[in-house]
Nanobody
């Protein structure tokens, strides 16, 4: 069982930056690909970025390409999402998630591929 806890959300002006953190407890992130999703009011939960369990492979779709960077620190058992050049449309609750995998290069991009989820952290970007 993996428990995930997000932090680092808040209110920021457009063009600003935030770094979200996701810490794991219960067991380590080892053997888990991890990712970030977000959900705005009235919208579906949207994939934002993911990284494989060994940390050498990432994927960020157009929604965050060039602005969002995912990383992980195996020693601290924590992963991060650095978000730069934030826009009002980035306003959402951001969730981290973990997916068990035997493939060290696996980067899951679909919600149903993830086994564990955090409670979310609110990000609000003002114009």
């Amino acid at each position: 069982q993996v428990q995930l806890a997000e932090s680092g959300g808040g209110l920021v002006q457009a063009g600003g930056s935030l770094r979200l953190s996701c810490s794991a407890s219960g067991r380590t992130f080892s053997g888990y690909a991890v990712g970030w999703f977000r959900q705005a009011p009235g919208k579906e939960r949207e994939f934002v970025s993911a990284i494989n369990w060994s940390g050498g492979n990432t994927y960020t779709p157009d929604v965050g390409k060039g602005r969002f960077t995912i990383s992980r620190d195996s020693v601290k058992n924590t992963m991060y999402l650095q978000m730069n050049s934030l826009k009002p449309e980035d306003t959402a609750v951001y969730y981290c998630a973990a997916a068990r995998s035997d493939n060290r290069w696996y980067v899951p991009i679909v919600r149903k591929e993830y086994d564990y989820w955090g409670q979310g952290t609110q990000v609000a970007v003002s114009s």
